[in-house]
């Protein structure tokens, strides 16, 4: 309600899907930054410049850099949870982590570089708010891997019985998180080796039996 009673308009669906495009349009550009200068160095004028828009219009919808980083975090953690909700015990986890690894090597700028999850990592170790941010998402998205590994192959997922599921999703995180550091490390590592090695010892973590 507005201060005279009158109801206050809700925005139009087109005015928030350009605002929605907006926001967007800046988490590009602050990804792009934090990469190329890191979170210290890198500027709200920085995010502006490479927005294409004033740094008062990224005001308006970021109070500043922090929350330009918890909106990362969590924009991360609804593309990892869409992507684990299509999984199912057929899925081809092999090509899909092998597709990411290529996109980490491209650097795409839309994407949760290699390069910017080292960032992230680095700066909550120094900084608590980006510290519980990282944790609080870090444990909603293994909870949803443990619900893949748990749930029968009826239900879509691998059955994988309830005492190793904790494990499974260790290593599997594990494997992930060491691909992103080979991406930036090994970039000589081809898309095909990746696919070789995965294809020798996926198999054994996403069968039921131990």
Request: hydrophobic fraction near 45%; charged fraction near 20%; glycine fraction near 6%.
């Amino acid at each position: 309600m507005s201060t005279s009673g009158t109801p206050t308009a809700k925005p139009s669906a087109k005015a928030a899907a350009r605002a929605q495009a907006q926001r967007e349009r800046i988490l590009v550009a602050a990804q792009q930054c934090f990469v190329v200068h890191g979170f210290h160095a890198a500027s709200m004028a920085n995010i502006a410049e490479t927005a294409g828009m004033s740094a008062g219009l990224i005001y308006r919808y970021f109070k500043g850099k922090n929350d330009i980083i918890l909106a990362i975090i969590e924009r991360q953690l609804e593309e990892a949870r869409a992507d684990v909700a299509k999984l199912h015990s057929s899925s081809d986890l092999v090509g899909g982590i092998a597709e990411v690894f290529q996109q980490w090597q491209a650097n795409d700028p839309s994407i949760t570089s290699a390069a910017l999850f080292l960032e992230l990592t680095a700066e909550a170790t120094r900084d608590p708010e980006i510290a519980a941010a990282t944790h609080a998402s870090d444990k909603v998205f293994r909870a949803d891997l443990a619900s893949w590994f748990a749930r029968s192959a009826a239900e879509g997922g691998l059955g994988v019985p309830k005492q190793q599921v904790a494990t499974r999703v260790l290593i599997l995180q594990s494997l992930i998180e060491g691909l992103a550091m080979r991406a930036i490390s090994q970039p000589d590592l081809t898309v095909e080796q990746v696919k070789d090695a995965l294809s020798q010892f996926l198999p054994s973590l996403l069968t039921a039996q131990a």
